[in-house]
């Protein structure tokens, strides 16, 4: 791609430092129009600053974005996720992995809205969300071009893009309790790198946390809620229905408050190296343990363990960028054809870190039945029929061994 | 099988109540010799008391067998499960399941040894251990002829059962302390059935739990360990080089002690029908974070990923009682072959049921570098490889969308 | 289940000796009213003939249901499996496995419809037939009862069968041409089983097939088709619309034609032994390799690959009578999902047993494009992004080696 | 990578046009010392006229290497991929694939006994062939170097290749009787792409392919072979022990002769892009339906199903060029696991194109029995079992319909 081939770009703007610098560098350097997207994923920060901004910059106020997409982040990519039980590598809840499709996909939609021919972005050459950002736009648009300055230019430390910024007249007073980590956040979850982060045998200092509190200062008091499951959705709590954003954002009140959904782990990026990362996911940790107790009394046990089998598949496709592509779609296919009938209500309780299940109940779906489970007798199991059943499963063990295969 | 088949029966015997009965009934229904077998798996009950109740019950003194096979039980059955991050159906740490093969095996042993035909066990007709004592049984020995006297009785109410007793001089009081539920314990956990927990909408009385504290009433100051891992086995802890036994003995005392390891969940037996449990496994609660983080920085993406994806076959194996099955051995060679890398220790927070890995390292094995993921330069990664790579990543789906397909 | 507590009871009823003898034996033991159902599944043998005996044993007309089913067996059944490639054990094309559900939904059904509370088959108890019949009974209505003779009855000899049709005026007389193999027919396959094939090590005489010519004895000329597909359906034959059952038949005198589609395996049965069966899936073995070629150049590769590596368990789970789980439904939504975009036109050359694809074309949905794989340039494809391609695929394994781990 | 960085290159070089291009463009290009690689994989020309070429190139004798690797291909490459029954996408016997990492260990090999640091290779920018060769050369050595000429220079036109040979006195004259195709061969198979396969709704003309005869032209008389295998390994012919390389060559030789192997397909590769290819693999298609056979009178049930789900991703680990990876090494860990009881012979019948299974006996690991599986009563199955075995799987589906879930 030739630098006078791009006319007109779409860049996911955040209103902040880096973000404007690169407006700036894309302005300068491609000599083209810009066209400006922020939008409230829940991250927490004001967005409409980011108009007055980007009109600083010279934006045309027609090329401006501002968005509220908290809704449908979580009614059409956090929640279809949560039906999967999704963890990457057993540990990490995939909380800035989900945010990058939906992201991509605006930038394609307004791209197209505005007549522009390419995306920018602000993620560095190292990471994940490169390849989310732009293995998502190509799925949704394969004639788009892709600008990505942090693999492009030689601003390539600190002072060279502090420099750049001064030059350029780019505000570049540091936000006061701005922390000094390269964070994500969004209404799923806060992402930590770098840093002390960089030595995995060191742990995060307490302050670095800035959602949740320490399970050492949750309350003494443990709290107990009762999440309502709709086809596997979360939709009411303590009997109160939630649009799928009000949802997450008062069980990540609720979760923050008790200690809940902090992580500290070392990760595989996609692009080949073991990274360190510290998460917060206060709401989404309460959803994980929530969902399946609600599937423990409503699903199938062996649509659950197809489920479960499928997962690490589907999380890795999460992780990976490949929200758009066919097999993930086939995965989604079936693990929602598995959610028809998980419905009920769950009750949880939230006590220092801890999430305790402590009741599950479905009035439509529920296939547990306490009788077929005793040791007595009932109608439906005659406890003879495990002679067979243990006997034909042995069988191929049996005509094994009399063959005179051993087994050690 | 006719009755007058059986010359001679091993049966399971832990001194108990239920197994004496049986022990009674297996001489007079089928006019047997009968060789007991009391094994100490770390149940927390002396296993020498069985020897006199064994005689008095007419057990020749050759035919008892009393042994400690704790260490055995954890070196060639726990840590190996472990080496899988084995959890059944995303919650449970299989303690109860990974025991019965164990006993199944020394029960043949025993049945080889002393010339007996056949084996018996306490297990009920409608759970999952009458599948894992009868399944390894059978592996091992084609021949092997199994009684289970609670599919065969009629003493099928605890009234009946009472009264057989009484009638066969079999002492029926009630031990002190002794938990109204149903339970069964080893070194890696102890399990409740029944009562209360028959309704899944009822939490469990907090004083059904014997090992660990609540994390309510756990200590106020956390408590910091370091586990050191060989192979993918703990082998010391602080310091100190542990057997196997030893090791998760020590685990159990202080996770108990800082209210970790509480489950309560409703989980698929593989007779077929739902059924609710309460676990406390709190050293394996530790066991299972701190493996998985010293697996994070010595282990391959790859080979990482394919544990995980092996790893719900693996854990329903275990849970239906396939210990012995050439798939599980299959299986099991896969993840051995990962574990030589995975070396190094792991430090440990315990704080009211929380496990907070704060510090993973390893002199011989790490592959994380931190070099690598800053957004900074390093000498192995070229910034621009991610164009290609994304790019190449992305071509199905440019082709496709060039192609027309469109993809929503 | 009391011999008395049985009604009314549905037979899956063929009109030959067998069923003939177990309608006799219903009616004897049971005391019960029968109905019989006879379905075309395309065995080729007439079904109305099944009427007159069935009046003979004393059936009512109204109890008597013959049924042409031969197009919902294909468009229902048939052509979902073929979607998924289905093949079990790397052979066996499922020919039986995917009848069994039909049956069992149409005695449950016909049971609904006359008031039966029982169905009845004729399969034996060492089979997979019993275990597809009733799981499917099963499932589609839990409280239906369920009677399988030849696990019930002593007619346990080929002599004592005779005797008792003898003793009841059931026609004995052999058919003229009848195999002296155990036979299974369908519009899918037939299959054979008993005798010479009882020795694994002894191939099957020559004039043991019925359907198709041996390869040696098939045409010297090559004959040409072509198959368009829809959504992953075959649906028109060499220009011409087809209706499922259409398709399939002419597919099969064609494959039976050029000696397509023998097979000679040994296979694992559910119930836990090997079985010796011979099959013959003329139109099928045609069907398979044409869906592969379609899908070969419209299915994205990792929907391909998904699809691949779904398709053993969904095989089993048809080969062991899953059809109606959750399971199956879960992973036919995924199948399903994939085949969309299947559509097109496969040219296939039949001769002596070969199956030659010669071309595969979709006017709507091909993805392949000359221009991107030759060593030419093009437009979507920088070679030099080859290179990051490989270098980030490579990273784990360049970084492993640096710090200093061997590969060997 | 600057140029001045190259000191000595190791080139895999055939002796052909392109290599020695290669070759020279290395010497004038990077100004480094060259070393050639010529192996023999049975790709069926000699390899020590490569000798003379690269004198002529002016390459030091001792810096000449040429190698007969046909047994270390066959027994470490080609016989343990043939354990897994791997198929690439349902069809691809992997010919090429598995041949690559060989070249790659020899290369880095070399590489270190010549004290070279760099390789280089002949593969073109858009195949899978580079990623084989150069990850699995990262694999063994994190610092080796790579050039691929053709993703660098700009001879990308068969007209700038033939003058710059020209301009450097490589003769251009075409061997009589070479391929237009592009072509790759060894002892497992020969491939063809490119001309008329660039349309795939084409078929190959008859005259491209170089070593089977067509089934149309195959001898009318069928030849029948018996394969005794060990480990799961083919090791004697008709009574004959033959070496990993004779096997694979007389294989051949009778399927070339009988018209068996011949494959035309399109598939996917790794780098992004559906490719048409034509495989010729006589006795690889020989290998993979007699190993099944022997399999399915040696192998467990659960194990044959276990390496059937393991296969597809063993498969495109193998197609994508990850031989040398953990979580290949994993895979055979598991698969090679169980061939320990595949002994055994196989009867097979080879008739114009056909591969038919005449027979299968195991003097030692034989798991088939006649009278497990006929109708009659036998020691080890009472078919009263298996009411108890149906009822229990079914056991699920009853509970859910009694709770009343309904099935369609």
Redesign the interface.
């Known amino acids: 791609m030739q630098k006078q081939d791009v006319k007109k770009v779409v860049l996911a703007y955040s209103g902040g430092l880096d973000t404007s610098i690169i407006l700036k560098w894309l302005q300068d350097e491609y000599k083209c129009e810009v066209v400006t997207f922020t939008a409230d994923i829940g991250q927490g920060e004001e967005v409409e600053p980011a108009r007055k901004k980007a009109i600083n910059l010279g934006i045309k106020p027609e090329n401006i974005f501002i968005e509220d997409l908290r809704e449908e982040f979580v009614r059409d990519f956090v929640f279809p996720m949560f039906r999967a039980?999704a963890i990457y590598?057993?540990?990490y809840l995939l909380g800035t992995s989900i945010a990058r499709p939906l992201i991509a996909k605006r930038l394609v939609e307004i791209a197209k809205a505005t007549g522009a021919d390419c995306v920018s972005h602000g993620a560095?050459?190292?990471?994940n969300d490169?390849?989310r950002f732009?293995?998502g736009a190509?799925?949704?648009?394969?004639?788009i071009k892709v600008i990505?300055p942090?693999?492009e230019w030689d601003l390539?430390?600190r002072e060279k893009l502090l420099a750049y910024a001064e030059k350029n007249g780019i505000d570049i007073s540091k936000k006061k309790g701005k922390s000094p980590y390269s964070m994500d956040a969004n209404l799923l979850h806060i992402s930590y790198?770098?840093l002390v982060l960089?030595?995995?045998?060191?742990?995060p200092e307490d302050d670095m946390w800035r959602w949740s509190v320490s399970?050492?200062n949750a309350p003494d008091e443990?709290e107990i809620i009762e999440i309502e499951y709709k086809n596997g959705d979360p939709v009411a709590l303590n009997g109160k229905k939630l649009s799928p954003a009000e949802m997450l954002t008062e069980l990540n009140r609720l979760g923050a408050k008790h200690g809940i959904g902090?992580l500290?782990?070392?990760?595989?990026?996609y692009?080949?190296?073991?990274?360190?990362g510290c998460y917060e996911t206060p709401g989404g940790t309460i959803m994980l343990k929530a969902h399946?107790?609600i599937e423990?009394?409503t699903l199938?046990?062996?649509?659950?363990?197809?489920?479960?089998?499928l997962?690490?598949?589907y999380a890795?496709l999460v992780y990976n960028g490949?929200w758009?592509?066919?097999?993930r779609?086939?995965?989604q296919?079936?693990?929602?054809?598995?959610q028809k009938?998980v419905n009920g209500t769950v009750?949880v309780?939230l006590?220092?870190?801890?999430v305790?299940?402590?009741?599950?109940?479905s009035k439509?779906?529920?296939?547990?039945?306490?009788a077929?489970?005793?040791?007595?007798?009932d109608s439906?199991?005659?406890?003879?029929?495990?002679?067979?059943?243990?006997?034909?499963?042995?069988?191929?063990?049996?005509?094994?061994?009399?063959?005179?295969?051993t087994?050690n």
């Open positions: 039980n590598e057993g540990e560095t050459g190292k990471g490169q390849v732009e293995i190509y799925a949704l648009n394969p004639n990505a942090w693999r390539n430390s790198e770098g960089e030595d995995p045998n060191h742990a399970p050492k443990s902090r500290d782990i070392v990760e595989n990026r692009v080949g190296m073991k990274s360190r399946r107790a423990s009394i199938d046990r062996e649509a659950a363990h197809l489920k479960d089998e997962m690490p598949k890795s490949y758009f592509s066919p097999e779609k086939m995965l296919a079936a693990i929602d054809e598995s009938h009750r309780e006590y220092k870190g801890n305790i299940i402590i009741g599950r109940d439509t779906d529920n296939l547990f039945n306490e077929y489970c005793t040791f007595e007798e439906v199991y005659d406890q003879k029929d495990a002679n067979g059943f243990i006997k034909l499963n042995a069988l191929r063990f049996i005509i094994a061994g009399k063959n005179g295969r087994n």
